[in-house]
């Protein structure tokens, strides 16, 4: 919407000010696209709140640390941290910004010099740019000594911010090429799954960080970035407060050649992309090397059994490493499933429960099964006539999750006990997981049948719009449902428990097998026929968004 | 597509044994058009409302066996609508379908291995090669491996795919794509073939090549019923044809019948539809010439 009237009103006002042109260009996108929704303006606003409120938080935290001995370090190294920060995004938020895009100028009458001026400009608008000049500033307040040290600080704070800025649309549009294609979509699908990861990294860093004297662990780290330009103008602010001008000068001037050949590499690529076909009309290089043998398929796959059940395991198998939405929801299931008694054992306070956390979250896999499916599942649809074809279908697709999940949930058991201990209630956990996960299987082909909804493979959404209540109800009442489900054999070990007959928590083991195994095979059994009536409604329901 | 014989053996094969027992008169073999054979679609008094929106009008349409068939109409006319509710993909408000005499809610064991689907606007499994794809379907389909194999291999040499066979269909184009959907939907040898819009944003080689196998199935007896809203490939590609509008059948029948008096096809249907008297007024004056702005 907001693009067409971009490419009328661009070219009609590029003779007076291009520069002008932009910022209003992109003033007007961030109105239009807090136009759409009230939700999106709550977000919006709620982002720019909460960016400031951290800058404001670190510069506060900075200035607090103004004369530490390792403040320098820090200093140095949170320019690095944000500088990264710009050189990644465009990978995780392609489609974030539109002014990012350069294809989308492409067919305008400019020349790359000019509209690299502008379009730096028009970057230094919005939240990221703020923050950054924030955080910045914050770190050179804490350094600065000195009269001189504060004016180098004011270019430094400058060419910072422009290099960040700079890298960040160097990037973008060096690699428009990747982001417009499909790798790059399937890339920005999993960004998710590093921002968790990522998360997890300053938690840890955190918490070390935190410790007495725990910044001296950054001084090492430190004495390397404060030669990488950015954070070679913050070190040079550092070394003019000591009197070290030769060194503040290089610090200076690393930043400064740096913003140049930025710059340079920019208007580079810039010209490339606006003087080469685009993507779209590219074929997409693929490396198919690894599926030519696909055909003959290697010894594993011929161990797959036949008739419908084989092909299907092998399908779903394929989707889980080859489908960005797959390959993250697993990737998901099997982190946190071992994050919970991983967690536990370093604490040191664990219980050897926390190993319950893997057969909850990998059970809850089979949930949704033909949304996962998307609209192929009209495929899938057109083979199945009868209750039959139904249930080997649902059970190839139990088999592969049963596949990877009960050797996890054996491995998680045999891990808690060892770590967490004690191993006198491994037999007992075990037994329990895996009447846990048979089940979550039998109500997750219930709930797939009953409950479906589409997942919509590009963003990180896991529900397509309207479907929310659909998806939370089925998997909370899911989970509920599997939970109770579990409550005679949990009953049986309280009861083991309180009468005093330890020596007999082992038949947990066999009951817990032979109860897991039950309930998947009648949860299939039931969502069967079902599926079969409801084809239609499955397929419309999975298809939406 | 082999020759008669192992036709029929591989169909015995594929359909499962209370089906090949009830097989109907309206097998491939039979001879197009034979007189008492049941009709490759009946359709009686079918409908389909989306919230306020009639989406399909209450249709009655008999379709012959052996023939290539053309569903023409404008978009919005309500002829995916109408094919997804025959093949089964989509439930019908009411109304009766019947394909090859077998009622395809009642029925679907009978009707599922007769026909093949190519839909419009539905995903396929993108995430598996053009051959993974194939093997995946025909495995689905109760072929043997072996067969399917076979069968893959040689759809995908005639319709010129078997240089990015192992490309991710994800990263096919919409022609090979449309292909790959063709192959896929041909693989279990299907008596009908029903295929939605198989030439939209089809480049002409590849149209050429869809059009060549599709002549070369119906050669053999088999039914296409295939939506259009291209008047010109219509009329030259189909001997029957069914003219849909606003959700509706406005006609249907022998191309020449449907054609009438009018010159073409697209004549034809613009009469029946009533849109042939809505030129480019004098509104536009301004256009052309080559002056500046």
Known sequence: MSTESTAVAAPRAAAPNLTAVFVRLKLTLLRNGLRQSAGRTVAYVSSVIVGLLFAAGAVLGLIALRGNVHVGALAVLLTGILTLGWAVMPMFFPTGDETLDPTRLVMLPLRPRPLIGSLLVTSLIGIGPVVTLALVTGAVVALADGPAAALVGVLAVVLVVLVCVALARAVATASVRLLTSRRGRDLAVLSGLFIALGAQAVNIAAQKLGRPDGLAVLEP???????????????????????????????????????????????????????????????????????????????????????????????????????????????????????????????????????????????????????????????????????????????????????????????????????????????????????????????????????????????????????????????????????????????????????????LLWILLPLGVLYGTGAAVLGLRLAAPRTVRRLPEILAAVSKG | MGNEPEHNEVRAGAAPPEQTSAASPAGPSAAPGTLGAAPAVRIQGLWKKFGEQIAVHGIDLTLPAGRFIGLVGPNGAGKTTTLSMVTGLLRPDSGVVEIGGHDVWGDPVAVKSRIGVLPEGLRLFERLSGRELLAYMGRLRGLPGDEVDKRAGQLLDVLDLAGSQHKLVVDYSTGMRKKIGLAAALLHNPEILFLDEPFEGVDPVSAQTIRGVLERYTASGATVIFSSHVMELVESLCDWVAVMAGGRIRADGPLAEVRGAAPTLQDAFLELVGANDRGAGQSLDWLGGGGAR
């Not at chain 1, 503040?248 to 400064?256: C, E, H, I, N, S």
């Not at chain 1, 990998?362 to 192929?376: K, P």
């Not at chain 1, 590009?458 to 309207?466: D, L, Q, S």
């Open chain 1, 221 to 503: 780290l430190g004495d390397v970035l404060r030669w990488l330009p950015p954070a070679s103008a913050i070190g040079a602010v550092e070394a003019t407060g000591q009197g070290a001008y030769g060194r503040a000068v290089a610090g200076m001037a690393l930043a400064a050649v740096a913003l140049a050949l930025l710059l340079f590499w920019w208007q580079r690529s810039l010209t490339a992309l606006m003087t080469s076909p685009d993507s779209s009309t590219l074929q997409a290089v693929e490396k198919d090397s690894a599926r030519r043998s696909g055909s003959g398929e290697g010894g594993l796959v011929r161990l797959l059994p036949g008739g419908r059940t084989g092909p299907v395991m092998l399908r779903t198998l394929r989707y889980a490493w080859r489908d960005p939405k797959s390959k993250m929801s697993w990737a998901t299931a099997l982190g946190a499933g071992l994050l919970a008694p991983i967690v536990s054992s370093v604490q040191g306070n664990g219980s050897i429960y926390t190993a319950f956390s893997a057969p909850a979250l990998l059970g809850l896999q089979m949930y949704n099964q033909f949304g996962q499916d998307t609209s192929a599942f009209w495929m899938v649809a057109s083979t199945i006539a009868t209750p039959r074809d139904a249930y080997q279908e649902l059970r190839a697709r139990a088999c592969t999750l049963a596949l990877v999940a009960v050797p996890y949930v054996t491995l998680v058991s045999v891990g808690a006990a060892a770590f967490i201990g004690p191993w006198s209630d491994f037999l007992q956990v075990y037994g329990l997981s895996l009447a846990l996960l048979g089940a979550l299987i039998g109500t997750g082909a219930v709930t797939s049948v009953i409950f479906p909804y589409s997942i919509p493979s590009e963003g990180n959404k896991n529900v397509a719009p309207g479907q929310g209540s659909i998806a939370w109800f089925s998997l909370f009442g899911g989970v509920l449902v599997g939970a109770l489900l579990c409550a005679p054999l949990l009953g049986l070990t309280i009861w083991l428990h309180v009468a005093g007959l330890h020596h």
